[in-house]
Each structure stands twice: as C-alpha cells, then as structure tokens.
C-alpha cells in the first residue's frame, strides 16, 4: 500500500482539461492514459521481480532433503505455495483500490508481501478481506475508496486501464464494464478461464458467503454461476485453511465440462480439489449402458434409502447357538451370549466392521469358554490325582519310607498371557475363520445389488412404496450397470463398509481423497444441480456430512428425468428445509439479441422465474434457415465453415436432437457435436442450433431447448427443419 498526493477523475484518460479544443483535449487524454498505463507498468514491474525473488527462496528451501514427517509436511506447504507463484504469471496484478484518504492497494492473483516489512503487503490476494472493495464497492457504498482501477495486462506487460470514481461523479451498471465487457467480447478457447479480475458485486457475495451449511445458487444462462462456484472453492480453501487438509469435491453433470474448467483451480493455485461427475465417484464401477427415463426417474427416488438400508439389515445373522471345534474338541456359546455380542457389534456400525467386531468378541469367548473347560478339567484331574498320592503317602507312613515332593501344585487355572496367547491362536486359526464366513459372510455389494433389484418378492417387501409396473421394469432390467445404479452401490457400499484393508494413501491430499470412497471433504460444490436425483443428493451428503455445499444450477435448465420443477423440491430430500437461496440475476455471457429469444421457451417449459437481465449487446441478430432433412447435413456443414471463418481463433458448436446426433459427428468432425443436455455448462463464440422443434419434442425438451439457444457469446445461428411433428 502507498499513498498518492492526488487522484485522476472521471474514467481512463480522462483528466480535467476543458474542452476549449477537441484536439488539445484527445491529446491530453493520451497523456493521461499512457501516464496510467507506465504508472502501472512501473508497479507490476516490481511486483514480478517480488515474486521471482519469493520463488526463488522457495526453491533453496525446496531443494533440502526432508528427513522426517514434520518436514515432509513443512515441505508439502512449501511447494505449495512455490506453484503458486509460479502459476500467477498471467494477471499477477490486475486491480488498484485508491481510498479516500489517499492510501493505495494493488489487488492481485496472489498476495506478496514487502521485503522485510511487516505492515501492509505490497499486493493484495483477491480473497483477502481487504481486496473486497474491489468486486463491491459503489458511488452510493463507496467503502472509502475514491476510485477502482482495472489493469490489463498481457504477460508481463501492462495493456490499458479503465477507472471508475466512487464518489458519485458517474453511475455505472457494472463493476469494471470496460475490463468486463472486453473479456467477454474475447474469443472462446474451449478452455474457462479465472474471472477474479471482472467479479461482480453479487457474484463476490455468494463467493464469499458463509460455508456452515447447504447455499443453493439460482443463476440463468451467461450468469456466470460456475465461475462464481469455482472462485469460491478458492476463497474458502484460502479463507479456511483447514479445509485444505480435508480436500473440496467439485462435482459436475459430465467428463467434456470437468476438461473444460480444469485449468480454473490450479490457476488460482488451489489443488486440494477433486473433480468428478456422480457416475464416476465409483472409480471402480463404470455405467456401462443407457435406460430409460422411467427407469431413471423410479430409481433415483429417495425411498430407495430406506429400502437398503432395511435390505442390508436383513442380511445380519440372526443370534443362535454356535458350536465350534477347536483342537479336535467342540465347544459351545450359547444363544444369549451371541446375542448381547452381536447387539454390541451390530450398533450403528456398517455390515463389515460389525462383522470383524463380533469375529474379535468371537474369538475372546471361544478363548474363555476352552479356558473354563479346560479349568473343569483339570479340577477333575487334580482330585483323582490327590486321591492315588494320599494313598501312597499312606503306604509310604506304613514302610516308613522318607516323604518325598510331589512338585508345585496344579490348580487348573490359565494366566492372562496363557488366555492372550490362546485368543490369538483363535484369531489366526483357519477353521475358526472358515466358520465365521459361514455364519456371517462377506458381501460384493454389486451382487448383494443385483439379488435385489432381479427379485420381484425383495423389492416388494423392502420398497412397498413401488407400484407392481415399477417393481416389474426394475427387475427385468439388463446386468450392466446404468447411471442410477451408481447412488444405489453407494449407498450398499457404504452400509456395508470396508471388507478388507484400506487402500495405500498417497502424497497430496487430494489424492488420498481420490482413492477412498468414504473420504469426508471439508465442503463439496455441485453444478448443474438442478440434475441431481434424490439418491444422488444422498452421495453428496455421505461425502459432507457437516452439510457445507455450495450447489449452483438453473431449475430452468433441468432435463433430467425427476420430476421436480423448483428448488424447494430438488432438495427437500437432502436438506428439507434447512438451506440457504441466492440468485444471480445478470447475464454477462449471451447477448441480448438471443436472450430475447427465450421468454416463449421458458414459458412453454413452466417456469415461474424472472429470467435473467441481460447486459451486453453484441451487434449481430440470430438468424434462422429452413431445410429438408435430405438437405441437413450438407448446409449444416456449410453453416459451420461459415461460422468458423466468421469466429477465426474462437470456437464454433452444433447442438441438435439425438436423432440427428450421429449423422451430423460424421460429416464434422472438428468441431463438437453434443445434445442440448451434452452441451450444459458449455460456451462457444457461435452455435448452430439445428432443428431447435426437434429438441422441443425431446422429453423435457422445451427445458433443453432454453439450454441450447443460450450457449453462444457472440452468434446463434438456427437450421428449421421441414415436415416436422408438433412438439406436445
């Protein structure tokens, strides 16, 4: 921070030259703004050399051999922040905050601090409190700040500025519309990029919004819902440090979209992440077919928790008489005994661990009951061994012979460290074993699964709430797995529990998290959630049970196969009432040329929300084009070449029916093909939407339709197809 004797007005270049001559006044104004632009040059120039210099004393430190946990851990947070560094190479500065009382912060991608000063750093990180002016304040809530500087930067060299004065002097609708409206105006790589340089005000609110529990985000088309819930898996993970050590899980509706935002995280140097979609939280069980929207709807239904859970506690033994051979003799633990053992193994915990927990209570009571016959035994023994020694004690009395020792006496009684030795000799005995595999085995959850849903009797008695049809269709379902059987092993597998050792651990925590199933995260976002079924929202609840998750999505947008049309609806399973709304009310990505396209879609869809505002024009008109079916794939080509020499160094995407979906991929295979529901979460410079009617007759097609239209920045262009049915 540093304080300057005065403050420019009004927007970039703009000073306070009267405007006595056009000419004079343009000429000031250049001054004006190559003065900003050098000024800004001069401070990121220092802050570059700040950070080599802070990389580089991390690199000594890192190139020491650590020789025990504590310095692998010193080490691990090292590294950390070295890549850290290393990766704000690009925006390393990107905003100022000139207060009122003349006191100056830079804002950047990271934090760097003075060399050798403890006071204020030298930049400011964008999560830290005090850069949050920067995304909120305003003329009418300045914050005291007096002006909001946005710096543009290409590598290491500052590109142009844009001012905006807090005090009142001009209204503006955005934070930093010119640096906004220049990023937006850029070419689509394919790629989403960090936005921490143009966040809104109400963007930053949800970012920076309490995590203690479930925020649900309702954001239309070109919202910028993901990019707010990617920024704030940052700012949690900086603001929460803790959080680190547990991971964050992002969750999203499909592989494309998890390679599109991947490079988001990391570029904010955040890598205690892991990203997945819900079919692959299994890592090792795939979907390995389609089914039909009826089935996916019946089995994502909330009732099929209880369901298994009853299923599984089914499968409990029943407590009896066990009867066990050891060393050759039997011995026996009564029924009464096996069934306060099973009670104290059984409570709360899964099927496996309540198993290994009874085969070790097991073991001590075959230890006591061989100790406590072993005991009779003995006793037996003695006395009919005192009873020869009293008698030659009394023939020895007669011949007078000397009386000799009989050694110690033999009492029959085992020590602890005999008994310990004995339960161990149990525990490691393989008939022992055999036998509590016999009486409580081992379970695969895919076939403890499978039994269940191929079985008409089963399914009635465990999930009542089925009709017969539902019961009917389930279990005449094909053996792969589809998308909602993955919540269902979930839960089996976590009723379950662990059958054997945990996997090895790895380096990073995120690793480690990967790899274990039952891994409790420090907070789980999810997009797309409007998607969720009721059984999916319980995978999510598994992995966060403190309940802090950020779930951003479009009820709008919903084209799964559930039946919920609000978000009070989509979450009362999960959360019942217990959640937080908040709203993205702005559009920044689609143009208001294709947002005015979707007011009779959203209405045919039902929908009962305000669509959201649309703030960017971007000169060009939808345009539309009717076509035969014989015609289709040649002037879809055509369009796309079109579009691609229009949109050169951008991106160009075709979003069609299903039906059409094949024949299209083979006449372009540059550029991506995708269904309405592929394509959620997606952005490209131009879209060619074809045959949109078709899209409308799709099941929830007037939903999928709303997504396809609002996929482009700059350009929607439309193929009608002829001779087709009425959408219902």
């Known amino acids: ?63 020491s051999e650590a020789l025990d946990a504590l310095e692998q851990a010193r080490q691990r947070m090292l590294r950390q922040q070295y890549d850290e560094l290393r990766r704000a190479e690009e925006g390393l500065v990107f905003g100022r905050l000139d207060g009122v009382d003349g006191t100056v912060r830079h804002v950047g991608r990271v934090g760097l601090r003075n060399d050798g000063e403890r006071g204020e750093p030298l930049l400011v990180d964008w999560r830290a409190p005090a850069a949050r002016p920067f995304y909120t304040a305003t003329a009418v809530d300045p914050q005291g700040q ?74 239309g088309p070109g919202t910028g819902k993901t990019v707010v819930a990617l920024h704030r898996v940052a700012y949690l993970l900086f603001t929460h440090r803790k959080m680190a050590d547990q991971a964050v899980l992002v969750l999203g509706p499909s592989p494309r979209f998890l390679t599109y935002i991947a490079q988001v995280l990391p570029a904010l140097g955040e890598t205690a992440v892991v990203s997945a979609t819900c079919d692959t939280l299994l890592t090792d069980i795939p979907v390995g077919r389609d089914e039909s929207r009826l089935l996916a709807e019946v089995k994502g239904r909330a009732l099929w928790q209880p369901a298994l859970e009853g299923y599984v506690a089914s499968l409990f033994p029943r407590p009896r008489e066990l009867r066990l051979r050891w060393e050759g003799e039997f011995y026996v633990i009564p029924a009464a005994t096996v069934a306060q053992a099973l009670t104290s193994a059984v409570q709360g915990r899964p099927y496996h661990r309540a198993r290994a927990v009874f085969a070790e ?170 998607e969720l079924s009721e059984m999916q929202w319980q995978m999510v609840l598994r992995r966060c049970p403190s309940r802090s998750i950020t779930a951003v999505g479009d009820i709008d947008q919903a084209e799964a196969a559930h039946r919920h049309t609000t978000w009070a609806q989509a979450v009362r399973a999960a959360f019942g009432d217990r959640w937080t709304a908040a709203e993205l009310t702005i559009c920044y990505r689609t143009p208001r040329e294709v947002m005015d396209l979707t007011g009779p879609v959203l209405k045919r869809a039902g929908s009962h929300n305000t669509p959201p505002r649309a703030v960017r024009s971007a000169g060009i008109a939808p345009w539309e084009i009717s076509v035969t079916p014989a015609d289709l794939a040649d002037t879809a080509t055509e369009a796309v070449r079109r579009l691609q020499r229009r949109w050169h160094g951008g991106t160009v995407g075709v979003i069609a029916p299903t039906d059409h979906i094949a024949t299209l991929r083979g006449v372009l295979s540059d550029v991506p093909v995708l269904t309405a529901t592929q394509s959620k979460g997606l952005e490209w410079d131009a879209t060619l939407l074809v045959d949109p009617q078709g899209i409308a007759a799709e099941p929830r097609g007037w939903n999928g339709l709303y997504v396809a239209l609002t996929r482009c920045t700059q350009e929607l262009g439309r193929l009608t197809v002829t001779q087709h049915h009425a959408p219902q």
Do not use: K
């Open 1 to 63: 921070m540093h304080r300057n004797s005065a403050l420019s007005n009004g927007t970039t270049g703009l000073g306070d030259t009267p405007p006595d001559d056009h000419l004079s006044t343009a000429s000031a104004e250049t001054a004006s703004r190559r003065s900003a632009v050098d000024e800004e040059q001069a401070f990121l120039d220092l802050a570059t050399a700040r950070r080599d210099e802070l990389a580089d004393h991390l690199r000594v430190e890192l190139s």
């Open 361 to 530: 209570q097991l073991h001590h009571l075959l230890a006591d009951v061989v100790a406590e016959q072993r005991e009779a035994l003995m006793n037996e023994m003695e006395e009919g061994f005192e009873d020869i020694l009293a008698r030659v004690d009394r023939s020895m009395e007669a011949d007078h012979s000397p009386r000799t020792s009989t050694g110690s006496a033999v009492d029959g009684l085992l020590s602890e460290d005999e008994v310990e030795q004995l339960r161990c000799r149990i525990a490691e005995d393989a008939t022992i074993a055999r036998f509590v595999e016999a009486w409580w085995p081992t379970l695969d959850a895919q076939a403890v699964l499978g039994d269940l849903l191929t079985d008409r009797a089963l399914l009635a008695r465990f999930a009542p709430d089925l009709s017969p049809e539902e019961i009917a269709a389930v279990a005449a379902e094909p053996a792969p797995w589809a998308s909602s059987d993955i919540p269902l092993l979930d839960s089996l597998l976590d009723l379950l529990g662990e059958a054997g050792e945990p996997q090895p651990q790895g380096e990073f925590v995120a690793d480690r998290a990967r790899r274990q199933r039952g891994w409790v995260y420090g907070h789980v976002v999810v997009d797309e959630a409007q």
């Open 146 to 219: 007096a002006r909001r500087r946005h710096i543009r930067t290409t590598g290491s060299t500052v590109v142009g500025v844009d001012d905006e004065p807090l005090d009142g002097t001009t209204a503006a609708d955005l934070v930093g519309e010119g640096a906004l409206l220049a990023a937006l105006d850029q070419r689509r790589t394919g790629r989403m990029s960090t936005a921490i340089s143009t966040l809104q005000r109400e963007q930053d609110d949800i970012i920076r919004a309490e995590a203690t529990g479930p925020l649900v985000v309702q954001g």
